[in-house]
């Protein structure tokens, strides 16, 4: 009697990877091309890799044949505008453009590269045009290739270096535009093929640190006057120390005085833009050579405190002493001071408030009456915020290295005494 039992080949799956991958399902049935497809009900089924249609399609991307490729390697340190844009010597920047040639001679019609600045503007005069939105700028331009010219198989090698001027803004990112520095080489075949290989260069400014700066501020009709002292520059991820004087707290005319009750401080950044926009969207502004200008004010830290100082008011005038730690947190989105003819411009501001009372203190007695008279005393101080100097110095700075290890001269040789008689000595000779 013949089995009414019939076997169903099953697909199996293969378990997951260690990496957490999902396994790919295989078809282990081998006689799948002798069976007819179109009979379901024989119960023969087969099921395909669901990663057979993109592996053929990276199969045949990959032999698709390519000229070449372009690489760019950087050999100079990180480019750093030390000192004040008016000061500063600029940062030099070389390297090497590594051309990649496939295993045939390639005819080349042009080879260049070229250092740009892309300024991009997040407040357009028309938002989705590209024209109003970036402005690119090309600072210079390497031609390697201007003619037709064959170049075999293989490696190639040609070097780069340019001077960038010590005023060039540095690299930002603030809340109404970026400043970026791009470099960017083309190479086209005489077929027609363009190879291109595009790079982003960080540009930064550090200014040394100098000394402390003093600054005096006079509040009238009162007597009151501040003095702090401030470091010449601060740095976006640090602290840096702030010692404040209030002198003329105490009026012996009238037998009043000021006595502190709450102090402020905060750090702001002040960003302007100005976005132009293209000729094809200058009659929205009223022509060409016209832009819309925004500004916009950030609070990047701030603290307030309410002791902490120490007051005298047994001297002619009286004082009050105020020592605090300010600084830009790391975790807070921030970026350096800019001066861009663009248009784009980056400050920061030290803004401190004091807030004093008045009160009656008549001589002699140690009744102290408030007057209710108050007064809010408001500094603001420009702080240059740049980047850390580290231990780079300015490329014009650097001294050529030293050999004082060298001797003056090489060694002498030494003399040797040979003892043996000469010839003459020899008779019959």
Same mark, same amino acid.
């Given at each position: 009697?013949?089995?009414?039992?019939?076997? #169903?080949?099953?697909?199996?799956?293969?378990?997951?990877?260690?990496?957490?991958?999902?396994?790919?399902?295989?078809?282990?049935?081998?006689?799948?091309?002798?069976?007819?497809?179109?009979?379901?009900?024989?119960? @023969?089924?087969?099921?395909?890799?669901?990663?057979?249609?993109?592996?053929?399609?990276?199969? +045949?991307?990959?032999?698709?044949?390519?000229?070449?490729?372009?690489?760019? +390697?950087?050999?100079?340190?990180?480019?750093?505008?030390?000192?004040?844009?008016?000061?500063?010597?600029?940062?030099?920047?070389?390297?090497?453009?590594?051309?990649?040639?496939?295993?045939?001679?390639?005819? /080349?019609?042009?080879?260049?590269?070229?250092?740009?600045?892309?300024? $991009?503007?997040?407040?357009?005069?028309?938002?989705?045009?590209?024209?109003?939105?970036?402005?690119?700028?090309?600072?210079?331009?390497?031609? #390697?290739?201007?003619?037709? @010219?064959?170049?075999?198989? =293989?490696?190639?090698?040609?070097? #780069?270096?340019?001077?960038?001027?010590?005023?060039?803004?540095?690299?930002?990112?603030?809340?109404?535009?970026?400043?970026?520095?791009?470099?960017?080489?083309?190479?086209?075949?005489?077929?027609?093929?363009?190879? +291109? #290989?595009?790079?982003?260069?960080?540009?930064?400014?550090?200014? %040394?640190? =100098?000394?402390?700066?003093?600054?005096?501020?006079? /509040?009238?009709?009162?007597? %009151?006057?501040?003095?702090?002292?401030?470091?010449?520059?601060?740095?976006?991820?640090?602290?840096?120390?702030?010692?404040?004087?209030?002198?003329?707290?105490?009026?012996?005319?009238?037998?009043?005085?000021?006595?502190?009750?709450?102090?402020?401080?905060?750090?702001?950044?002040?960003?302007?833009?100005?976005?132009?926009?293209?000729?094809?969207?200058?009659?929205?502004?009223?022509?060409?050579?016209?832009?819309?200008?925004?500004?916009?004010?950030?609070?990047?830290?701030?603290?307030?405190?309410?002791?902490?100082?120490?007051?005298?008011?047994?001297?002619?005038?009286?004082?009050? *002493?105020?020592?605090?730690?300010?600084?830009?947190?790391?975790?807070?989105?921030?970026?350096?001071?800019?001066?861009?003819?663009?248009?784009?411009?980056?400050? @920061?501001?030290?803004?401190? *408030?004091?807030?004093?009372?008045?009160?009656?203190?008549?001589?002699?007695?140690?009744?102290? $009456?408030? $007057?209710?008279?108050?007064?809010?005393?408001?500094?603001?101080?420009?702080?240059?915020?740049?980047?850390?100097?580290?231990?780079?110095?300015?490329?014009?700075?650097?001294?050529?290295?030293?050999?004082?290890?060298?001797?003056?001269?090489?060694?002498?040789?030494? $003399?040797?005494?040979?003892?043996?008689?000469?010839?003459?000595? /020899?008779?019959?000779?």
């Amino acid at each position: 009697m013949p089995s009414l039992i019939r076997s #169903f080949p099953v697909p199996h799956y293969l378990p997951h990877s260690h990496n957490g991958m999902p396994g790919t399902i295989v078809d282990l049935d081998t006689n799948k091309s002798r069976r007819s497809t179109s009979n379901r009900d024989s119960g @023969h089924f087969s099921i395909r890799s669901y990663k057979s249609t993109k592996s053929s399609k990276s199969s +045949q991307e990959s032999i698709s044949p390519v000229s070449g490729s372009l690489h760019v +390697q950087i050999e100079s340190p990180p480019v750093v505008c030390y000192g004040t844009p008016t000061d500063s010597s600029g940062a030099l920047l070389s390297g090497m453009l590594w051309l990649t040639v496939a295993p045939w001679e390639v005819e /080349f019609e042009t080879l260049e590269m070229t250092f740009q600045s892309v300024v $991009t503007t997040k407040k357009p005069v028309v938002i989705g045009c590209q024209d109003c939105t970036t402005k690119t700028t090309d600072l210079h331009t390497w031609e #390697f290739i201007t003619s037709s @010219h064959s170049v075999s198989h =293989g490696l190639h090698s040609y070097p #780069f270096s340019y001077l960038v001027p010590g005023a060039t803004p540095a690299t930002s990112d603030s809340q109404l535009a970026t400043i970026k520095y791009f470099l960017q080489a083309r190479g086209v075949t005489v077929h027609g093929e363009i190879l +291109q #290989f595009n790079q982003e260069i960080k540009v930064s400014r550090s200014i %040394l640190e =100098g000394n402390d700066r003093n600054s005096l501020r006079i /509040f009238p009709p009162t007597n %009151l006057s501040a003095t702090l002292t401030l470091p010449s520059v601060i740095h976006r991820g640090g602290n840096f120390p702030v010692e404040m004087r209030l002198e003329g707290v105490v009026a012996k005319t009238n037998q009043t005085r000021w006595k502190l009750r709450k102090a402020t401080w905060r750090i702001e950044e002040k960003a302007k833009v100005i976005s132009p926009a293209c000729k094809l969207h200058a009659h929205k502004i009223g022509g060409e050579g016209k832009g819309v200008q925004y500004e916009d004010i950030k609070v990047l830290a701030t603290e307030e405190y309410k002791s902490g100082w120490k007051s005298d008011f047994d001297t002619a005038d009286g004082k009050v *002493e105020f020592g605090f730690t300010a600084g830009i947190p790391a975790y807070v989105t921030s970026t350096d001071d800019v001066d861009n003819a663009a248009g784009l411009t980056v400050s @920061h501001n030290l803004v401190v *408030e004091l807030i004093v009372a008045e009160e009656y203190c008549p001589r002699n007695s140690k009744l102290v $009456t408030p $007057t209710g008279s108050a007064r809010v005393l408001r500094m603001q101080f420009h702080m240059n915020t740049t980047a850390r100097a580290g231990m780079g110095i300015s490329w014009e700075d650097e001294c050529p290295p030293r050999y004082d290890d060298v001797p003056v001269s090489p060694p002498t040789y030494q $003399t040797l005494v040979c003892d043996s008689p000469s010839v003459e000595d /020899f008779p019959g000779i």
